[in-house]
């Protein structure tokens, strides 16, 4: 043991020597330094007029020198500067003489200018420095346990001895850091701040002296708990009041151990209020220390593991005293507002480490009020005290917002999950989609009101805030406003579904009305103080939607599905008519919002009121104004905002007007042709052909109004029109739903029948547009109508033909007769004929190029089924009519070309 003393004596006095003699190092590295910067700056004829100068000074010093005294000694000693010294950092040391030659330097330009080495780590540096006093402070912890170890083995001392020499040991430890410390002690290599040897000597007894008190409480019974309780602590403490001193890291240690020591030291009786008050002067004292060193880590972590153990009470506790919980976050609080936050000196302490209590305080609201065991003991009161600080800290402190943002979060999950108490059911138009929610808690009321007034405080702090910080600080303004405009919204709709009727109720309307006006004029108001003023940035932004929230739910409070889905649309009108007295760029966007909202009630339910209550009147039924109106509606804000405010909201809601205005006529069209019943199952041909019908003449009056309006979104849907209604007829008309394919019935009408309205009428309508935008649209869109039209009267000219010969149904497994095959074969000749002359009447290479591929199919299907098929006159007549035509039709080529060649060779007048 005395060796083991002697031992640790010996080391503290080789630092202190090793110190001294780096120090006297580093002088006589500057000194050579000096004189190598003062050789290479200056020219050769100078340097030796210097040397014969110097070497004359040094033999008259030398005859008149006295002797140096131990004062001479110590003087030159106080005068040393030991920065920068060390064998890997002497050329830094020229840095004086560089300054002394600099007028030598600038007059002679070509001398070479000696700058310090650069201070690039390596092994030896690493070794020699940092990993030594690293390692050698852990051997010097371990030691003393391990001396402590060996007593106990050898049984020479006994514990109470051996305690007493691990606590002289810490303690020597200790009192030789301050003592190296005193010395002048400083890391003579820049970069190996780590190496810091008084604070490597602390930390080692910092160590010791807990290992000795806990060895002291719980392994051999000498200290009680609460002797051990305060001990610890104040070993805790006081090495974190020695890292004013020795460094961040050594406060690291101290915390580590302060919040370590409750865990360590077990009672028979805990005290919830020793707890937290032993956490809170630690929390104070750490971020007190914190504050003045800048340690942002430092505070954080406190923060940290004060919320850790409050958290760990609240879910490990048997018997939770709120009282003390609340207490102790009141402190994390105050310690952040008071302490950490404080204004003053250098500046405020950076925002981020307020996060950490924010977050920790945030919790334990939200577990006070939403848990039920804790409602019991008045958690909603507590955590709405909670909440109730972390705005006033917030509002006081603009480091502080986080806590905001948290109290915000907490306040709008706690309404959520009161919301979300008891089973739900959707009714969606594929079926029903049930939940279970939370279970119900007997103390809902009691956070209802705890939620009245929470919101209370949001609106009423965050205009407040928000009109306090806009002209200065917008984007904190902004901040305020959100969470006063989202707290109430979200506790007024949670509570309008937890004890509201949802069918109907006019009381949460008429609050839901009276926050519409708040919000209105909130925004107004921070408008006006915008600077400049009323530009509508993103806090005024935040309250208008606000508003616009609280109106579509005062709308759904207060009336029907019809009237909700009627007037939301309406309400799209609003903002789109502020904009004539107000440019605020969100006015625009209220009207999409407004979009979305409407969309999202159809696409709940297509029938709008419900399918039991919709009837089976055409036309006139809750379907032509739920859709319609609203339809009607965007199209007028479309309009508005393309004389005010434009931009993109406008193209939104013109395409939100087109989609609504089709929606109309199809979901009409398919309520008739269903006998009132809106389902999910596929349409019929008839059905859809009414529905390509829609999309074709869709595509003709968009191209209408893109003329008298252009629009990108007119011009872009007129194209989406024409594709779909192309798409249309390939899977539907001509694979999916063919007649030919399907047997479906073709009806008893000769003429008027399912197969005039599939492909006749969408044959004219597909033609008719093709010409009508024929230099209005590409030129690919109108080739491919023209196409499409085609098509269509080739389909139902060949399938009259089939229903000709086999009557209401014509499905091709029933065969065909001759006469049947030959007339496919004459009528195709005809067609194409036809097609050729208007070809050339109309000089169109579209509608030739049609002519010919009808003819090419028409000698395909003679000459491969006609002659297999037919028989007698019949195969003779197919075969004689396709021969003349195709004569008459080279003829008619020969003739034309003639024509032309006569007409080039023909002089001009």
């Known amino acids: 043991m005395i060796d083991g003393l002697i031992g640790i004596v010996a080391f503290i006095a080789l630092v202190v020597v090793v110190a001294r003699q780096n120090s006297r190092i580093g002088l006589l590295e500057r000194e050579i330094g000096a004189l190598r910067s003062f050789v ?43 920065e920068q010294a060390g064998p890997w950092a002497a050329a830094a040391m020229s840095a004086p003489a560089e300054e002394q030659s600099a007028a030598d330097s600038r007059a002679e330009p070509d001398a070479v200018a000696v700058r310090p080495a650069a201070s690039t780590p390596d092994i030896e540096t690493a070794l020699g420095t940092r990993w030594a006093i690293w390692v050698g402070g852990l051997a010097l912890a371990l030691g003393g346990l391990f001396l402590v170890r060996y007593s106990i083995e050898a049984g020479i001392f006994g514990p109470g001895a051996r305690l007493t020499m691990a606590g002289l040991l810490g303690l020597l430890l200790a009192g030789g850091g301050e003592f190296v410390r005193r010395r002048g002690f400083k890391v003579p290599l820049e970069g190996a701040a780590g190496a810091y040897v008084p604070g490597v000597l602390t930390a080692a007894g910092a160590f010791t002296l807990f290992g000795a008190v806990y060895a002291a409480h719980g392994i051999y019974g000498f200290l009680g708990p609460a002797a051990a309780f305060l001990l610890l602590g104040v070993i805790g403490v006081a090495t974190i009041a020695a890292a004013l001193v020795h460094g961040q890291a050594l406060a690291g240690l101290g915390l580590l151990g302060s919040m370590m020591t409750p865990a360590l030291v077990s009672s028979q009786s805990p005290s919830a209020w020793t707890l937290f008050g032993y ?102 009161a507590y955590g709405s005290a909670l909440i109730f600080g972390m705005i006033v800290v917030a509002f006081y402190r603009p480091g502080a917002v986080s806590l905001l943002h948290a109290a915000g979060v907490a306040t709008v999950l706690v309404n959520v999950k009161l919301a979300l108490t008891g089973s739900f059911t959707l009714q969606l138009p594929g079926g029903d989609l049930s ?145 004539r007295i107000r440019a605020y760029p969100v006015l625009g966007w209220l009207c999409v919002l407004v979009v979305v909202v409407v969309v999202g009630r159809i696409a709940v339910d297509p029938t709008i009121v419900g399918a039991s209550l919709l009837g089976r009147t055409p036309v006139f039924n809750a379907l032509l104004p739920g859709y319609l109106i609203p339809a009607l509606a965007f199209a007028f804000a479309a309009w508005q905002l393309s004389r005010t405010t434009g931009g993109r909201p406008r193209l939104i809601m013109e395409a939100a007007a087109v989609l609504l205005a089709l929606l109309t006529v199809a979901m009409l069209v398919r309520h008739a042709m269903n006998g009132g019943v809106i389902n999910s199952g596929a349409p019929t041909l008839a059905e859809q052909a009414v529905y390509t019908l829609i999309a074709l003449g869709a595509g003709a009056i968009l191209v209408a109004l893109d003329m008298r ?60 547009l093709a010409v009508y935008a024929r230099g209005r649209r590409p030129r690919w869109y109108s080739a491919m109508l023209g196409l499409l039209a085609a098509l269509l009267f080739f389909a139902y000219a060949t399938l009259s033909i089939r229903r000709l010969f086999q009557g209401e149904h014509i499905a091709y497994w029933t065969g065909m007769s001759q006469l049947e095959t030959y007339a496919y074969s004459a009528l195709w000749l005809v067609m194409g004929v036809g097609l050729l002359v208007a070809g050339v009447r109309r000089r169109s290479q579209v509608l030739r190029i049609a002519s010919a591929a009808l003819i090419a199919v028409a000698v395909a299907k003679v000459f491969i089924f006609d002659m297999s098929e037919l028989e007698g006159v019949l195969r003779a007549l197919s075969f004689i009519g396709l021969g003349a035509v195709l004569i008459g039709i080279g003829l008619f080529y020969q003739k034309l070309l003639a024509r032309s060649a006569s007409a080039e060779r023909a002089p001009d007048p």
């Open 40 to 82: 290479l700056a200056n020219p050769p004829a100078a340097v030796a007029k210097a040397e014969d100068e110097a070497a004359a000074a040094e033999t008259v010093a030398a005859e008149v020198a006295p002797v140096e005294t131990p004062a001479a000694e110590a003087a030159a000693d106080t005068a040393e500067t030991p």
């Open 279 to 380: 956490l809170a002067i630690v929390l104070v004292a750490n971020t007190a220390i914190a504050r003045l060193r800048s340690w942002d880590v430092l505070a954080a972590a406190g923060f940290a593991c004060t919320g850790l153990w409050t958290l760990a009470y609240l879910f490990d506790s048997p018997s939770v005293d709120m009282i003390a919980v609340v207490a102790i976050s009141v402190v994390t609080l105050g310690a952040l507002a008071l302490v950490w936050l404080r204004p003053g000196g250098e500046g405020d302490q950076a925002a981020w480490p307020a996060v950490v209590p924010a977050v920790f305080v945030a919790l334990t609201a939200a577990v006070l009020m939403s848990a039920p065991e804790y409602q019991v003991l008045g958690g909603a």
């Open 435 to 579: 939940f279970e929610g939370f279970e119900a808690s007997p103390f809902a009321a009691v956070l209802g009101q705890a939620g009245l007034v929470l919101a209370v405080l949001f609106l009423v702090d965050g205009i407040w805030g928000a009109w306090r910080a806009i002209a200065s600080a917008p984007a904190r303004a902004a901040a305020w406003t959100g969470w006063a405009v989202l707290v109430p919204l979200v506790v007024l709709a949670s509570q309008w579904i937890a004890f509201g009727d949802l069918d109907r109720d006019l009381g949460y309307a008429l609050a839901a009305v009276i926050l519409t006006a708040a919000f209105v004029a909130c925004g107004e108001i921070l408008a006006r103080r915008e600077s400049p003023p009323l530009t509508g940035g993103l806090a005024v932004s935040f309250a208008f939607i606000g508003a616009c929230v609280a109106a579509v739910l005062a709308l759904h409070m207060s009336f029907g599905p019809l009237w909700t889905t009627v007037l939301t649309g309406a309400l799209a009108v609003v903002p789109a008519v502020a904009t």
């Open 709 to 768: 309006s252009p629009s990108s979104v007119l011009r872009i849907g007129s194209l989406v029109a024409g594709v779909a209604s192309a798409a249309f007829v390939a899977f539907q008309h001509f694979l999916f739903l063919n007649p030919l394919i399907t047997d479906e019935s073709t009806g008893r009408i000769p003429v008027f029948n399912l197969l005039f309205l599939a492909y006749l009428l969408p044959g004219i309508a597909a033609g008719a």
